[in-house]
């Protein structure tokens, strides 16, 4: 059965600073989604990660995939309040037998 | 460009009723699959459907079913309500299947069940 585990669950930080949310899952797949939900919202797509290696930037957001590692990283630079929301990670199994498998989500609180 | 649209958004129904939601896609996307968020146990599959086909479907039991029609529309339905149904359903769709597309969700439809 394939996990997707999530670190940190909750982030308070201060705006202007960096941090890095981190996703693990435990079978080989080469395809991994970060989407944004904000309260009461549906997802937001973020990134689309299709192989070993790949990076992806969009303003503050910056998603990467290590696929031996079996492991995605979702970096934030000098955050602003507007980043804060809730981040979930998913995988693809491989051929779609399953669905997506989602992370529990992590909690991000950006002060002023 | 249209994005999902899903009804009812709302909706309160007591133990022992069904309910039919409805997501109708983004124009052009085949694959539409269903999700149910809960906080207890966050974002689950429930099914894929593609060209009127179910693909797969997750670990849920029978009284969840769906379907597709032939525009790409889905409705889903759970029959016999129980008190763990009451949840965020979320509709998502995609130009290509599952495996390989990028998934754009609906508002999602929250089903409360007293």
């Known amino acids: 059965e394939l996990k997707v585990e999530q670190n940190p669950l909750f982030l308070s930080m201060q705006e202007g600073k960096n941090y890095t949310i981190y996703c693990n899952y435990s079978t080989t797949s080469d395809r991994l989604y970060w989407y944004r939900q904000d309260p009461g919202k549906s997802l937001e797509s973020l990134f689309v990660l299709l192989s070993n290696g790949a990076v992806k930037q969009e303003g503050r957001l910056m998603a990467s995939l290590d696929t031996k590692a079996r492991l995605s990283t979702l970096h934030i630079t000098a955050a602003v309040h507007d980043l804060s929301a809730t981040y979930f990670c998913a995988v693809d199994e491989g051929g779609g037998a399953d669905g997506l498998t989602f992370g529990k989500g992590t909690h991000l609180i950006i002060q002023p | 460009k249209a994005g999902v649209t899903q009804t009812p958004r709302y909706l309160i129904k007591t133990r022992g009723q069904q309910v039919t939601l409805s997501c109708s896609p983004i124009s052009g996307h085949r694959s539409v699959s269903w999700y149910q968020q809960t906080p207890g146990q966050g974002l689950q599959f429930l099914f894929e459907?593609?060209?009127?086909?179910?693909?797969n479907k997750g670990n849920f039991p029978g009284r969840f079913s769906g379907r597709q029609f032939s525009n790409s529309r889905s409705e889903m339905n759970v029959s016999t309500l129980e008190l763990g149904d009451s949840a965020l359903y979320l509709c998502?769709?995609?130009?290509?299947?599952?495996?390989?597309?990028?998934?754009?969700f609906g508002e999602g439809s929250r089903l409360t069940v007293l």
């Open positions: 459907y593609f060209s009127e086909t179910q693909r």
């Open positions: 998502a769709s995609s130009s290509m299947i599952l495996s390989v597309g990028e998934l754009f």
